[in-house]
């Protein structure tokens, strides 16, 4: 068991480019999630895979957001034409089959637009 | 809807003596409960959830919570607090019902003094 990983850790941009980051989930771990974590706040909620269905997209996720799962393993969360408030903590974390399980997280990935 | 309220911002108390920290939930149908442990510059870790059963539930490095269904509250305690537990602590809820979304409340800074 590796854990979660994320890529890269740290992203600094200048505002207007877009960046991607990357999560591998626990191998056999079916459920993939990622949040946003902004300083002093919880993880909000952002999108859901199950296998390489994205099954739930947050509201607070604009269109400049987008996630892929393609096969089922790793995934992608894109930002197009970032903007200052997308500075955050971007969290990827994934469970096991089942109703019961826990998240485990990843360290995170954080993206500082200038 | 699904929520999560974690009164205080903060919570301080010494070294030896018993640790509480408080969290109340919404959610349709019945909870599944958790709390997570993040450090500073780290992922969130996972301490202990309640599923069924017991309403006390015992979790990583001494902690416990207790589920109170009338109260809807999930509170998270521990018997005598050490320095090293100072850390910032989420409550979190996901709906039983095959829901997967897992939301977590704003988090509560625990501070141990020695």
């Known amino acids: 068991d590796t854990g979660v990983s994320q890529d890269p850790r740290h992203k600094i941009t200048k505002r207007g480019q877009n960046v991607t980051f990357r999560c591998d989930p626990i191998s056999e771990h079916n459920r993939l999630y990622w949040y946003r974590q902004t300083l002093g706040q919880g993880p909000e909620f952002l999108t859901y895979f199950q296998n390489e269905a994205q099954l739930e997209k947050s509201r607070l996720l604009s269109d400049r957001f987008s996630a892929e799962r393609p096969k089922g393993s790793f995934s992608t969360l894109e930002i197009q034409r970032t903007e200052q408030g997308d500075s955050a903590m971007y969290l990827c974390a994934s469970r096991t089959p089942g109703d019961t399980g826990e998240l485990f997280f990843g360290e995170g990935s954080r993206l500082t637009v200038l | 809807a699904q929520s999560v309220a974690q009164p205080e911002d903060q919570v301080n108390v010494a070294e030896g003596n018993p640790l509480t920290v408080k969290c109340t939930y919404s959610v349709s149908g019945n909870p599944y409960l958790f709390w997570y442990v993040q450090y500073p510059n780290r992922g969130l870790q996972f301490l202990l959830k309640?599923?069924?059963?017991?309403?006390l539930v015992k979790g990583s490095y001494g902690f416990e919570a207790e589920f109170n269904k009338s109260q809807t509250s999930f509170h998270l305690k521990k018997p005598s607090a050490l320095v090293s537990d100072s850390a910032l602590y989420f409550c979190a809820v996901r709906a039983n019902t095959g829901g997967f979304k897992t939301i977590f409340g704003a988090g509560t800074r625990l501070f141990v003094k020695a």
């Open positions: 309640y599923i069924t059963g017991d309403n």
